[in-house]
């Protein structure tokens, strides 16, 4: 699939990654740029999907056609301008086609969650408004007929893949390849009316609801404007330049910001393919084949590749973990020097090669990321260590930092002075600074979204008369203007003893362990700090076969002696990067294993730690009696 070279230029080098500023496609409105990018680049590829084990290109003609004959179908059933279109889907292609084509028609696109129950399809569709539904499949459908009954302003149901459901006779549910049937027709009969609905929308319109993930409370609706994601498009590729020969993973939730602003939009705005995956499973295997050369993900996404190759070399040969050794030590000494801004020199740049012939193209090829330019990671804070191990085998990581209502990304680490630790300096396109009397870092400028939806006391709670976004994160910021995160407001932790405690930067450290998925410190008032973890379970079962560590589920592997002592153990590890009173004394596994679906997690996987605290309130005692 791919006929790029299969590696990126050497990590000292950091030229090839460069903002590229010379991309220009017209348009003030989202579905503006989307047909101006289409006629502009016509047959090259825009979007691959794997379908029965081979890939199937888009061209931007294709889906340009398939998007015209979706927003006819939407006009032909009555669908207005203003009015609120809804998308129950994991990622998949036709998630893009319904979102352009409901924008294209002077609509309001808004995404759901596919792990969220039928309550949260019901209150989310409610307080949208919401009057065509797009879901995925038989499984996201029964959601939406459960809720039907209550929803009087849904009036049609489109479901993408009818697998299961050929026999199904509703009048209200339709398959999307009849809406574009439809749409076909409609458009032959109103010719003009498709470019009149494009050129009615207008930059200061809704076009997007992104829910936040409700960690306390009911999810609220974040509006976005088409001028804001327009300007943030643009304004990224002075963050995290790409173009049309770039190939990128699609995977992440279209219905959260990162990938609808950040992979969608951009790609749209930048013209680089985007590569859909199988299904959230498949993200290991698909990265391989795909090889991106961007690669944005999480940084649950990169522990567990890391994690991954630390398993992998246990089982590897002396001489192979030998190598791996020297290789890894080039590489950390290369980066250190990078990351001091100090020059390198031949000498090392030879041992580099040597290096990445003897093992670091291999971990790279392991992961999926040999052609990578730089990879971005954001969403949730990642671990220092982690940012210099990736930088060792060659590939820089660049840490930006952002949240629904910036538009994604307002702050970015660049390629050439990365700081482990740090979120970069503001983004061109938006002001960034710390409030003196909170710590609390503050955004303004377009990109800032337009408030709540239905919320107007919560919209004033978040954004000042001065037209500051409270991002309700504390930070500080260096002399270069690089900020970092010190928590958020309300997690900050002040013990029994009066210390200031940052739970995160504890949190990141065990994350940075194979065996251990998430965390979650606890010590508010407390006399010391305890724990709550999360394993790893394949790294953990892998590591209890090993070790002939008897287990029949999930459970029972959680309360093993062995496995105790081996977290016990990673605690142990980093109570040494601490003082003591910022050492954690207690700990317990969680003994349920979790998926999306559970409420103890967010949709990106994170844990929420109010609710997780809440409902263990119990054992939380049980450590501190």
């Given at each position: ?286 990265v391989r084949e795909i090889a991106p050369t961007v690669f944005t993900a999480v940084p649950r996404v990169w522990e567990k590749f890391y994690s991954g190759v630390m398993i992998a070399l246990k089982e590897a040969s ?308």
């Open positions: 699939m791919n006929t790029k070279a299969a590696t990126s230029p050497g990590l000292w080098d950091m030229s090839h990654i460069q903002p590229r500023r010379d991309i220009v496609v017209p348009g003030e409105t989202i579905p503006a740029m989307f047909w101006n990018a289409a006629r502009m680049r016509a047959d090259k590829v825009w979007m691959r999907q794997k379908e029965l084990g081979i890939w199937k290109s888009w061209t931007w003609r294709q889906t340009a056609g398939a998007v015209a004959e979706v927003a006819g179908g939407l006009m032909a059933i009555g669908f207005a301008a203003g009015e609120c279109a809804s998308i129950l889907s994991n990622t998949v292609i036709e998630w893009v086609l319904a979102d352009l084509a409901v924008l294209s028609c002077g609509g309001v696109a808004n995404g759901i969650y596919p792990t969220d129950a039928p309550s949260q399809v019901h209150y989310l569709c409610e307080d949208s408004r919401t009057t065509v539904l797009f879901v995925e499949d038989d499984e996201q459908l029964d959601k939406a007929l459960e809720v039907r009954a209550d929803l009087p302003l849904l009036r049609r149901i489109v479901v993408f893949d009818m697998e299961g459901l050929r026999e199904l006779d509703d009048p209200d549910v339709m398959s999307l390849d009849d809406l574009r049937a439809l749409g076909r027709d409609y458009n032959k009969a109103h010719p003009d009316a498709l470019e009149q609905r494009v050129a009615a929308c207008r930059p200061d319109d809704l076009a997007i609801l992104v829910y936040t993930s409700g960690t306390t409370g009911r999810p609220k609706g974040a509006m976005h404007s088409h001028h804001g994601l327009v300007y943030t498009a643009r304004g990224y590729n002075t963050l995290v330049a790409q173009d049309e020969r770039d190939e990128r993973m699609c995977f992440l939730p279209l219905c959260h910001i990162a990938e609808r602003m950040g992979g969608e939009y951009f790609a749209l705005y930048a013209g680089s393919v985007l590569n859909f995956v199988e299904n959230p499973e498949t993200v290991p295997e698909n002396p001489l192979q973990q030998a190598a791996y050794r020297w290789s890894i030590g080039v590489g950390t000494t290369i980066a250190d020097r990078v990351l001091a801004g100090q020059p390198v020199g031949g000498l090392l740049r030879f041992k580099f090669r040597i290096a990445r012939w003897l093992a670091l193209d291999n971990v790279r090829k392991m992961i999926g990321i040999h052609r990578s330019r730089f990879l971005v990671t954001g969403a949730a804070p990642i671990s220092p260590d982690l940012v210099r191990w990736y930088l060792a085998l060659g590939v820089p990581m660049l840490e930006v930092w952002g949240m629904t209502e910036s538009c994604g990304a307002a702050t970015g680490v660049p390629a050439t002075r990365i700081k482990p630790g740090a979120i970069g300096p503001a983004a061109e396109y938006n002001e960034v600074r710390i409030d003196e009397a909170t710590g609390e870092i503050l955004v303004r400028g377009p990109n800032v979204f337009m408030g709540y939806l239905n919320l107007p006391e919560k919209t004033a709670e978040t954004i000042d008369a001065h037209g500051w976004l409270h991002t309700g994160d504390v930070g500080t910021v260096d002399q270069d203007g690089y900020f970092r995160i010190t928590d958020r407001m309300k997690d900050i932790i002040i013990t029994a003893g009066g210390k200031n405690v940052t739970p995160s930067e504890l949190e990141n450290e065990l994350k940075f362990s194979p065996y251990i998925t998430d965390a979650v410190v606890i010590g508010d008032a407390k006399p010391y700090l305890t724990v709550i973890i999360m394993i790893d379970q394949e790294n953990v079962e892998k590591f209890a076969q090993d070790h002939d560590v008897p287990f029949s589920n999930y459970q029972s592997l959680t309360r093993s002696r062995e496995v105790q002592d081996l977290i016990q153990s990673e605690i142990d590890r980093v109570n040494a990067k601490f003082a003591r009173v910022e050492q954690i004394k207690k700990f317990f596994l969680l003994e349920t294993q979790l998926s999306a679906e559970d409420e103890e997690l967010t949709p990106t996987m994170k844990l929420k730690r109010k609710l997780v605290q809440t409902k263990y309130a119990d054992r939380i005692e049980a450590m501190y009696a």
